[in-house]
């Protein structure tokens, strides 16, 4: 399984669907950025579908990076209703991600 890459294009629609959606912003040349996709690929299945995950590249979608303040790589924030309601910065372990998540819920 792999995380669902979105752009500036299909970004609105991926935030406002009717879970829970992760969106993490990265970059491939960004190291703890490729640490964490893997943790997030493994902890969706354990959200049993309470989550969608979703990555952006930050570099190819500078618009949208700016406009959720996104300063440092990883970031990761997590979207209700197509609205922010948490936002981590850095790499963290699984379960720091799964408690976000379940706060949510």
């Known amino acids: 399984m792999s995380i669902r890459q979105v752009s500036e294009t299909d970004f609105s629609s991926a935030i406002h669907a009717k879970k829970l959606v992760l969106v ?3 970059a491939p040349w ?3 950025c490729n640490t964490l996709l893997p943790i997030l690929e493994k902890l969706e299945p354990e959200l ?3 989550v969608s995950i979703v990555k952006v590249n930050a570099d190819d979608c500078p618009d ?3 406009q959720y303040g996104i300063l440092s790589m990883p970031t990761v924030i997590l979207f209700k209703s197509g ?5 981590l910065v850095g790499l963290r ?3 720091v991600y799964k408690n976000l998540v379940a706060k949510h819920l």
Request: charged share 30%; hydrophobic share 30%; with cysteine.
């Open 24 to 26: 993490e912003f990265g």
């Open 30 to 32: 960004c190291p703890p």
């Open 48 to 50: 049993k579908g309470a």
């Open 64 to 66: 949208i990076a700016a």
């Open 83 to 87: 609205q922010p309601v948490d936002k």
């Open 93 to 95: 372990p699984k379960d």
